[in-house]
């Protein structure tokens, strides 16, 4: 089988309000098909994708089951809710400030200089945020492709 890699969306799409889940179940399909671009293996379950979980209080393992099985994204975060409980819109404002914002001026801003460093973007002044590094990153210059 020939596969091509590819990258899932943009983790500031939004689904219901609640940005990154819509990225994190596209990598756990796009693995599962052999078709995610390889250097995303290493995180899958991990940093943002662990935290989202944490957020949504289900283990990675059970939605990674879950989104296998089949199921559309709106019907996955609906099990998640009725799973770890709703998200209501203080917890949804945070989380997506956080996945806006991570990376500049926080725990995460010498990573973000050193991959900016090794993918050639040192000079790119505008990449503030881990969210806009990985829009760059795999080919969306504007975030929310």
């Not at 091509?4 to 098909?33: D, W």
């Not at 926080?106 to 973007?121: N, P, T």
């Amino acid at each position: 089988m020939i596969t091509t890699a590819q990258v899932p969306c943009s983790p500031t799409v939004e689904l219901n309000g609640f940005a990154y889940f819509r990225r994190m179940v596209e990598k756990i399909r796009l693995h599962s098909q052999g078709n995610l671009r390889s250097d995303l293996h290493d995180n899958l379950g991990k940093g943002m994708d662990g935290w989202c979980c944490d957020i949504l209080r289900v283990a990675y393992d059970d939605l990674k089951a879950k989104t296998l099985a089949g199921g559309s994204d709106e019907e996955l975060l609906r099990w998640c809710e009725e799973t770890g409980g709703t998200l209501n819109d203080s917890l949804k404002l945070v989380w997506n400030t956080f996945i806006h914002n991570f990376g500049r001026n926080d725990r995460a801003s010498a990573i973000l200089v050193r991959r900016k460093a090794e993918s050639g973007f040192s000079d790119r002044d505008d990449i503030q945020t881990m969210a806009h590094y990985i829009d760059v990153d795999e080919g969306r210059d504007n975030a929310g492709q």
